[in-house]
């Protein structure tokens, strides 16, 4: 799964990147610490152009009455995405982008305490996520919520844990997005370990609240 990540590309440079019109109530960065169910960078493509907005990190399936109606979907698995009702409107029409520097996942050696580790792109960022989307409507307001997709993980990363994000190359950014035809499913494949970076970090990152470049420093082992 995917339950934790960091980005610090400024706003300006991020829509520069993505050639994307940016919203007016974008969430704060750099944040070191982004967490479910807060707000979240996203790009998806509306009426022939791409717009980054914040969406809410836990996807809201329509049929809930309230956020918190049921589970937090904040991931959702490439295995089964078309086919379980929460996702599969959303997995065929409405997909987009979740810009990262890296993420963060925890690993227990051997049964004993989980530690954390920092996932970061090889080269040059950022990392970017493939995530659905959708909206949803409470009290006449319209939210929108989406989730990252992941897969079944390989290489190293499955040493630390068993899924991974499905992480774009730039190249394919149009595709997922459904500016090029059909084929993106064809995307959601776990990373090679070639284009990816692993480092052990410390255990503030345990708390939600914590903040700070230093939660993705790396440190001996």
Known sequence: ????????????????LFEAVPANDLPPIPNFNICPSTQIHVIYHENDQRRLVPMRWGFVPHWYKSAGDGPLLINARAETIAEKPAFREACRRRRCLIPADGFFEWHRPDGGEKLPWYIQPAGEGPMVFAGIWQDWEQDGVRRSSCAIVT?????????????????????????????EGHGAARLMLP?????????RVGKAVNSNRAAGPALIEEIDI
Request: glycine share 10%; aromatic share 8%.
């Open 191 to 199: 990373a090679p370990d070639e284009t990816l970076r692993f480092h």
């Open 151 to 179: 897969t079944e993980a390989t290489g190293r990363m499955a040493e630390i844990h068993h899924r991974i994000p499905v992480i774009l190359q730039a190249g394919d950014w149009g595709k997922w997005l459904g500016e």
């Open 1 to 16: 799964m995917c339950g934790r990540f960091a980005l610090s590309l400024p706003d300006d440079a991020m829509a520069r």
